[in-house]
């Protein structure tokens, strides 16, 4: 078994419940945590057999640029779309965080994490 992790990918976006957040945007960060079988990959050195990490950003940038009221809301997509196109993955992890979240004061970011077997 092993882990693939993508750390601090970042990406702008219009997520959250406010008008204000759709027309402005913010930007996020997203770090997502893999798991997998890399016993061919390990002995074949082809990418084929490898957990592609290329592919799996695709997907974190492709959902995070889908607007969502709820940042629960993204981390179920990431997950859901890992599980269904990655037949590999026994286990995903996601956490995105919004930067400068609107909340009244200065808090750096807010962050979820939800996290899945397969």
Do not use: W
């Not at 082809?46 to 969502?68: F, G, H, M, P």
């Amino acid at each position: 078994m092993g882990i693939i992790i993508l750390e601090n990918i970042k990406i702008y976006s219009n997520h959250g419940c406010l008008e204000e957040e759709a027309r402005i945007g913010s930007d996020y960060l997203v770090d997502l945590e893999a798991h997998a079988d890399f016993t061919n990959a390990c002995e074949s050195d082809e990418l084929v057999d490898a957990l592609d990490y290329v592919t799996l950003n695709a997907i974190v940038k492709d959902e995070v640029s889908i607007r969502s009221k709820l940042l629960e809301h993204v981390c179920k997509r990431i997950l859901d779309r890992i599980g269904q196109e990655l037949t590999n993955v026994t286990y995903a992890k996601v956490k995105l965080s919004k930067l400068n979240p609107p909340i009244g004061g200065h808090v750096e970011k807010v962050s979820i994490i939800l996290e899945k077997s397969y």
